[in-house]
C-alpha cells in the first residue's frame, strides 16, 4: 500500500503562518492527484485544496488567496503554505492521494493520520 506522512502542524496566532508536508512512500506506481482536507470537531470533512501530478490546482473558497498548494513529484510530496490564518481554519488537516500500486491496475485513495493546526491568541 501507500502510507501518507504529514508534518507542519502546530499552535499559530492569528495572522500567522504554518507549512504543512505530507510525503508518500510504499509500492508507489504513480500517484495522481494529492489534496489536503481538513474536519473541526463536529463537523464534515471538506477539501481545502488539490494538485494534479500536472501541477493544476483548485481550492475551496474559503481559503483562496491565503493558502498555496504544491507539490514535488520526485519526492512524492505534497504542500500546504498557510498564510494569514484565522481560527475557523482550526481543525486536523488530512492529506490525500490517488494512487495505483504496483500490485493493482486499480487506483485507490489513501489517507495520512493528519496533522493538528490550532490557530488561537
Known amino acids: 500500500q501507500v502510507q501518507l506522512v504529514e508534518s507542519g502542524g502546530g499552535l499559530v496566532q492569528p495572522g500567522g503562518s504554518l507549512r504543512l508536508s505530507c510525503a508518500a512512500s510504499g509500492s508507489i506506481f504513480s500517484i495522481n492527484a494529492m489534496g489536503w482536507y481538513r474536519q473541526a470537531p463536529g463537523k464534515e470533512r471538506e477539501l481545502v485544496a488539490a494538485i494534479t501530478s500536472g501541477g493544476s490546482t483548485n481550492y475551496a473558497d474559503s481559503v483562496k488567496g491565503r493558502f498555496t498548494i504544491s507539490r514535488d513529484n520526485a519526492k512524492n510530496t505534497v504542500y500546504l503554505q498557510m498564510n494569514s490564518l484565522k481560527p475557523e481554519d482550526t481543525a486536523v488537516y488530512y492529506c490525500?492521494?490517488?494512487?495505483?500500486?504496483?500490485?493493482?491496475?486499480?487506483?485507490?485513495?489513501?489517507w495520512g493520520q493528519g496533522t493538528q493546526v490550532t490557530v488561537s491568541s
Open positions: 490525500n492521494a490517488a494512487a495505483k500500486i504496483y500490485s493493482d491496475y486499480e487506483e485507490y485513495d489513501y
